[in-house]
């Protein structure tokens, strides 16, 4: 570049050289002035030469500046690949590193969450757990209230029964008792009006006086154990139930 620079330099001194010795030629011949025109013309064309090789060398320095530059980016580039491929490229480091520790925050807020959730979880499965185990407790004690009740109702009808039972028969042994006494009360009299009345003897003591038969006292005995035994049974019985449905609730 500079040598196209000075050789503009020396061109442009030519040409006002050669006009100030135009302006001072002007008063020769045509010849002269005709020689001169051949000369600058022949030097203008050395000088369209010169530059063109000039500009080839520019365009070939041009060419290998552009293709030295892209080799050097090519390799900038490629040096730059392998050090984020290393992890040590300063323009990957950083964000790497930022990126690192926003994963962090993240997996710690996960966390958190996660423990709140199951923590939840948690109370509402106590809770549910608590309103089951309320729930059959409730349900476990209406269903024994109402077995105990209808237990204690049917031991009330066999009671009430069983009370019918001993009473009527207790009712129709007596009937059956005063008739038959009755009748053999109305036998003997009949039988005996006609005999002699026997003299009446003095008794003394604490005695029972009675007109009945020994085998009429006899079945009054009997009748009477029976029914003494027969309540005997029936007071056990109803103090053992009472004992069973205290033992049966109790249970419960």
Do not use: W
């Not at 060419?63 to 491929?85: A, M, V």
């Amino acid at each position: 570049m500079s040598s196209m620079e000075n050789e503009n330099n020396g061109e442009n001194d030519e040409i006002v050289d050669s006009d100030k010795e135009d302006s001072n030629d002007d008063s020769n011949s045509n010849s002269s002035s005709s020689d001169e025109f051949e000369s600058s013309d022949l030097e203008c064309v050395d000088k369209d030469k010169e530059y063109n090789n000039i500009l080839v060398d520019v365009e070939k320095q041009f060419y290998l500046i552009r293709l030295l530059y892209k080799n050097e980016k090519n390799f900038e580039i490629d040096t730059k690949i392998q050090q984020i491929c290393e992890g040590i490229a300063p323009e990957y480091i950083q964000p790497f590193e930022e990126l690192i520790a926003q994963n962090r925050i993240r997996l710690e807020i996960a966390e958190l969450i996660r423990n709140y959730r199951l923590n939840n979880l948690k109370q509402f499965y106590d809770a549910e757990k608590l309103a089951a185990e309320q729930n059959y407790m409730n349900e476990k004690e209406l269903l024994k209230d109402s077995i105990r009740k209808d237990v204690e109702e049917k031991i009330q009808k066999l009671n009430e029964e069983r009370y019918k039972a001993d009473s009527e028969f207790f009712s129709v042994s007596v009937n059956y008792m005063k008739k038959s006494r009755k009748y053999s009360y109305n036998d003997d009299y009949n039988g005996g009006h006609h005999e002699k009345r026997r003299k009446a003897v003095p008794i003394s003591g604490p005695y029972i006086i009675h007109r009945l038969k020994e085998d009429e006292i006899k079945e009054d005995v009997n009748f009477i154990k029976c029914c003494l035994r027969s309540q005997k049974n029936n007071y056990s019985m109803h103090h053992h139930n009472n004992n069973n449905n205290h033992q049966y609730s109790h249970h419960f």
